[in-house]
């Protein structure tokens, strides 16, 4: 398992950074978004591979059972699941707010409206 | 074997995330990052966060994809082409991505039992919990009694962020419809 120690790591990490690229790259505040919650769901993934316990089981007790895999982070990413919908629909009303006001949601084009103010 | 499940939906995980960022269909898009909570969900069970796992696949999949639907209704299906270059946000990206993976040389191999991370709380939590909160399930006695004002605070962000949502769509729209209704 030494090759793959640091895999899951690895992976979380191109993940994020693809949704990272797609906040900043994409004109579209959609799109951004979709990049930002792509980012988000990478960051659930890194904690709970840190949780893991080779061996262990899900931190339900019962009989029989002695090692458990790490309980804390599943109760730190349950908090940050239901907070991350709660400030994407933030955003996403953000976005529909620019919508109505600028009748576009390309970033440049919203640039161009202001600067001809 | 888990570890071998894990490497295949990790893989896939992967797929789905470049799709995104190909697609210019913004449906697509949303379906995608649909596909890709689902995909975190089943790595979630792999990995023994069965909790975590159901809301990833209720909240995650379900409500934010809807939510993101809901807005592309409003704003439109299909995004411009760009018109920059993307050499700059790649640049950014591959030199961060090389400073988090070079921050993770010396962390503890995935599945380790001598972690720093299970030796401080977590074993307190699974030894105590059956005597000082009496359920079995170890998530949700810390979840709801050892970090119950985290569970608080939560609820204070998700408040805030329901009265902002309503700030921005609800109450305007509202006027609207009486202006419309005087005219």
Known sequence: MNVFGLYNYWIVIFLMMTGFYVVISSGNLVKKIVGLSLFQASVFILYISLGKITGGTVPILREGITLYSNPLPHVLILTAIVVGVSTTALGLALVVRIKEAYDTVEEDEIHQQDESL | ?183
């Open chain 2, 1 to 183: 074997m888990v570890e071998a499940v894990n490497i295949v939906l990790l893989g896939l995980l992967v797929i789905t995330a470049v799709a995104a960022i190909r697609l210019h269909d913004l449906f697509a898009v949303v379906m995608m990052f649909g596909i890709y909570s689902l995909l975190a969900a089943t790595v979630f069970v792999v990995l023994d966060a069965v909790d975590v796992a159901f809301t990833e696949a209720a909240v995650g999949v379900g409500i934010s994809t809807i939510l993101m639907l809901t807005t592309l209704g409003l704003v439109g299906r299909w995004e411009r082409r760009p018109v920059h270059r993307p050499f700059l946000p790649l640049l950014v990206v591959v030199v961060t991505g090389a400073a988090l993976i070079y921050g993770t040389l010396d962390m503890p191999h995935f599945g380790d039992p001598d972690a720093p991370v299970h030796q401080h709380v977590a074993p307190r939590y699974l030894e105590q919990s059956p005597d000082e909160i009496g359920i079995p399930n170890v998530v949700t006695g810390v979840l709801a009694s050892y970090r119950g004002y985290d569970t608080l605070g939560e609820l204070t962000v998700i408040f805030t962020a329901g009265v902002g949502v309503l700030a921005l769509l609800g109450i305007r729209r509202r006027r609207q419809d009486e202006a419309t209704r005087e005219r």
